[in-house]
């Protein structure tokens, strides 16, 4: 029996496999902040693309960095920017949606480790479809993008993003 049970495994890990690779989205442009040693929170951006003939709705994260990952909103409020948990985003088909700075985003809350500059972590996608993707995340610094174009496209384009540090917002003031 036992060599029957190894090779039933063997196909359950293969089509787990396999799972991971379903889902009709394409992730592009990520990356994740750097942060100093002593954060405990970050954020990661990327672009996804539904390539699908279905909706689709991106509805968790997952990372082996952060204790918790969230997905994020944010809004003004006034002259503030306040992050906000979303439960969802969505994917209708056929478009793409972009989680950038200063826009939605994942967030790394409780970082198991630091992230410098060069580092990769991995982030798992997880779709309402079932689907899951995994990916590797290059962790960049992005205290010298202030000059970023996409930034100058938002109706406050003299914000400082670079001051909006996710690390340093306390999220026990958010409610979660
Ligand atoms: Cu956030």
Redesign the pocket.
């Known amino acids: 029996m036992k060599p029957l049970a190894i090779s039933a495994l063997g196909i359950i890990a293969g089509l787990t496999s396999m799972t991971l690779q379903a889902a009709d989205v394409e992730i592009k442009d990520q990356y994740a902040r750097a942060v100093p040693a002593v954060s405990t ?1 970050s ?1 990661a951006f990327l672009t996804i693309s539904n390539k699908g003939k279905e909706d689709v709705k991106l509805v968790s994260a997952d990372s082996d960095i952060a204790d918790r990952v ?1 997905i ?1 909103g ?1 809004k003004h409020e006034g002259n503030m920017m306040r ?1 906000f948990k979303l439960e969802d985003i969505n994917l209708p088909a056929g478009k793409t949606e972009a989680l950038k700075s200063g826009g939605n ?1 994942i ?1 790394l809350m409780g970082l198991k480790k630091p992230m410098k500059a060069g580092d990769k972590i991995d982030i798992t996608l997880h779709f309402s479809d079932g689907d899951a993707v995994d990916v590797n995340v290059p962790v960049k610094d992005l205290s010298d993008q202030t000059k970023d174009t996409a930034h100058g496209s938002m109706n406050d384009g003299k914000m400082d993003h670079s001051k909006m540090d ?1 690390s340093s ?1 306390d ?1 026990s003031k958010m409610g979660h």
């Open positions: 929170n954020a969230e994020h944010h992050m985003h967030m996710h917002m999220h």
